[in-house]
């Protein structure tokens, strides 16, 4: 059977610690939220790309026009991030896994969606999470759809997946992978230290 992936990209945050909106900034030309798109799209492992959106919506459909995603708006954004992981799921139930990934991490390659993939296939887990220095990173791999949305009800606030994952250490495989999965763009420190040539 030939699976079919959805990724849901969770774009609607507020960027306090940021001071402006951060998934608009460029790296050399491309702004961080397409950055994300476009390792998706050229991963050609993806059937949909879903973007939920809720903080400055209109601004960041306006840079998505062209792409091939399917944005969604969360009209609950302040309540946090749960509440865009509970908006994307009537998303998921036509798919057999489920990526779920940070619109401020820019950096991931192709070859890591390619490789959660490979690992999933290979030993069957409900839950992929790829990690670099024993620290876990995104995206997450999470399968089959009912079982994503079954998990999704005990999360709450900030906290995305990190609970599911922390209660579920039986269904969940850890994979080797490179710094890029750990990299996300919190202050403008972080962008003018990357943007400066270190990632670290």
Not at 15 to 25: A, T
Not at 65 to 89: C, D, E
Not at 137 to 144: K, S, W
């Amino acid at each position: 059977m030939i699976k079919r992936y959805v990724a849901i990209i969770l774009a609607a945050g507020l960027s306090r610690r940021f001071g402006s909106p951060k998934l608009l900034y460029q790296i050399e030309g491309t702004s961080l939220i397409e950055r994300v798109v476009q390792t998706f799209v050229s991963s050609n492992c993806i059937d949909k790309i879903v973007v939920v959106l809720g903080h400055e919506r209109e601004r960041l459909e306006n840079i998505l026009k062209g792409y091939p995603v399917h944005t969604v708006y969360n009209p609950y954004y302040l309540l946090g991030m749960s509440s865009s992981l509970k908006i994307s799921l009537s998303h998921v139930n036509d798919y057999d896994e489920v990526f779920l990934h940070l619109g401020d991490k820019p950096f991931i390659r192709p070859e890591i969606i390619s490789e959660m993939i490979e690992a999933s296939k290979e030993k069957n887990p409900h839950i992929v999470v790829p990690t670099y220095n024993g620290k876990k990173g995104h995206p997450v791999l999470i399968g089959p759809g009912w079982y994503l949305k079954e998990k999704a009800c005990y999360v709450e606030g900030d906290y995305g997946l990190r609970f599911v994952i922390e209660r579920e250490t039986e269904n969940v495989i850890y994979l080797s992978a490179d710094e890029t999965v750990l990299i996300d763009i919190d202050t403008e420190e972080d962008l003018n230290r990357i943007t400066n040539g270190g990632k670290e």
